[in-house]
């Protein structure tokens, strides 16, 4: 059995930063790509971030120059750092990571989703 256990959402006023954190854990061989969507209400959830098992980087256009991916893979984690943040980026964010367990091919396994808030 694999999770993934979010963190480090909450209230910011504009301008603020957050950290974000995704640990994943259970029986896992590997971990590939790792990364950060997000959803605000009444849109469709966007891609903000990835990184490859390598720590190649992509991140959604809106939040270049202001948010960095970064993982740690001895334990497993994946962050995102948010700095100058904005109200737009008010959402719940949600970790995913594409695992392999000891039992059974590549998949992608989601975080619980945690809440970003920012005030104007």
């Known amino acids: 059995q694999v999770q993934l256990v979010e963190s480090g959402g909450g209230l910011v006023q504009a301008g603020g930063s957050l950290r974000l954190s995704c640990a994943a854990s259970?029986?896992?061989?590997?971990?590939?790509?790792m990364g950060w969507y997000r959803q605000a209400p009444g849109k469709q959830r966007e891609l903000v971030a990835t990184?490859?098992?390598?720590?190649?980087?992509n991140y959604l256009d809106s939040v270049k120059g202001r948010f960095t991916i970064s993982r740690d893979n001895a334990k497993n984690t994946v962050y995102l750092q948010m700095n100058s943040l904005k109200p737009e980026d008010t959402a719940v964010y949600y970790c995913?990571?594409?695992?392999?367990?000891?039992?059974?091919?590549?998949?992608?396994?989601w975080g619980q989703g945690t809440q970003v808030t920012v005030s104007s």
């Open positions: 990184i490859a098992w390598f720590g190649g980087t």
């Open positions: 259970g029986s896992i061989f590997s971990i590939n790509a």
């Open positions: 995913y990571a594409a695992i392999a367990s000891r039992s059974a091919a590549y998949r992608d396994y």
